[in-house]
């Protein structure tokens, strides 16, 4: 996650929050990702609601596991604690941090990539456990790090890098989320501040596992249906003598302040997506609706975005494992091992 350090100037005027830090002072490095990259949108709001929340940087954790979205921890609160697992494995990691110390804010960052292939599991358990942390899945249907693989959140008719059709039906991490007994549900997209601020902010407020699943556009590789100005396109009718790509500079894809219920996002391909926000009437207490909800946007061709599912009185982690107040981090040596008499009579239960 190597990135260019930013120089560290501030201009006395700029906007403080009640802590006395300004929006630059929860900024990371600086970004490598290419131009235009839906993840450097969701990096924007990520920043913009902790500095809101008046989050301190030292009390957070940035986790993240392999991919272009796992590079995101690398761009905000460089002041905070921050882990970086291997390839789908930073909800276990997470978990083991979050059981040694239940202070911190956690924060996990991965990708469609990391958390529904090699990831899958990783994730489930940490769904089904509830760990108290912000799940950011940042969604391209594609593995941008590794030239534009299919993804298994890739929709069925989309095209490779190499023209090959996807055949295989996506998983659809909110109706997973929702079926294993998640507590906090919600997507939105990475050009629409007006909405994922406050859902970030939701979920960070949120005590248990608050899963945010962000449809992020690669502006490198192209997984649409039919597409014919993807740089698979180009190369399919080509001859290619070296593998060599140009990224052209783009401007990151905003949704404007004021939009309707169902907004067509036009994409830097020439393809589009379509977002589907809830409106004042839709009840996210309600697991069933929810799921109901996010399959009949699925049928017309919508993407269900708005937070979609929470339940506020879901027991976390440490809830369910009665665990003590205090993080067992700061627990004294003689508290977490209490001796060879202590450990004979807890085995003395299991004969």
């Known amino acids: 996650m190597s990135s260019i350090t930013k120089p560290p100037i501030r201009h006395p005027s700029l906007q403080k929050n009640a802590l006395g830090l300004s929006k630059q002072d929860y900024e990371g490095g600086m970004s490598t990702l290419c131009a235009g990259c839906g993840h450097d949108s969701v990096t924007a709001a990520l920043i913009q609601a902790f500095w809101e929340l008046d989050l301190p940087p030292h009390r957070a954790a940035k986790m993240s596991g392999i991919g272009c979205s796992s590079k995101t921890t690398g761009y905000f609160m460089k002041q905070s604690h921050g882990f970086?697992?291997?390839?789908?494995?930073m909800p276990?990691?997470?978990s083991g941090a979050n059981a040694a110390n239940r202070d911190l804010t956690y924060i996990g960052v991965s990708g469609d990539g990391d958390s529904l292939s090699i990831g899958l599991g990783q994730m489930a358990h940490a769904i089904r456990r509830n760990v108290n942390m912000l799940y950011v899945l940042e969604n391209n249907g594609v593995y941008g790090l590794t030239k534009g693989q299919f993804s298994a959140s890739a929709d069925v008719g989309s095209k490779s890098k190499k023209g090959e059709a996807n055949e295989q039906n996506p998983i659809d991490p909110l109706l997973l989320a929702l079926t294993l007994g998640a507590t906090f549900v919600a997507r939105s997209f990475s050009g629409?501040?007006?909405?994922?601020?406050p859902i970030i902010k939701a979920g960070l407020a949120h005590h248990g596992f608050a899963l945010i699943d962000i449809i992020s556009p690669c502006v490198s590789f192209n997984d649409h249906e039919g597409s014919t100005k993807s740089y698979a396109h180009t190369r399919a009718q080509s001859v290619e003598l070296v593998e060599a790509d140009f990224v052209p500079l783009r401007r990151e894809i905003r949704l404007p302040a004021q939009h309707p219920a169902v907004s067509v996002v036009k994409l830097h391909d020439g393809s589009s997506v379509c977002l589907r926000a809830t409106d004042g009437s839709y009840d996210p207490n309600d697991r069933d609706t929810a799921y109901q909800h996010v399959r009949a946007c699925q049928s017309r061709g919508e993407v269900a975005t708005g937070l979609l599912f929470v339940d506020e009185a879901a027991r976390d982690l440490h809830d369910m494992n009665r665990t003590v107040a205090t993080p067992l981090a700061e627990l004294p040596f003689e508290v977490l091992c209490p001796g060879k008499g202590a450990l004979d009579t807890l085995m003395a239960r299991y004969r």
Do not use: A, E, F, P
């Open 84 to 89: 970086n697992s291997v390839h789908g494995r």
């Open 92 to 94: 276990s990691v997470t």
């Open 192 to 197: 629409d501040k007006q909405q994922l601020i």
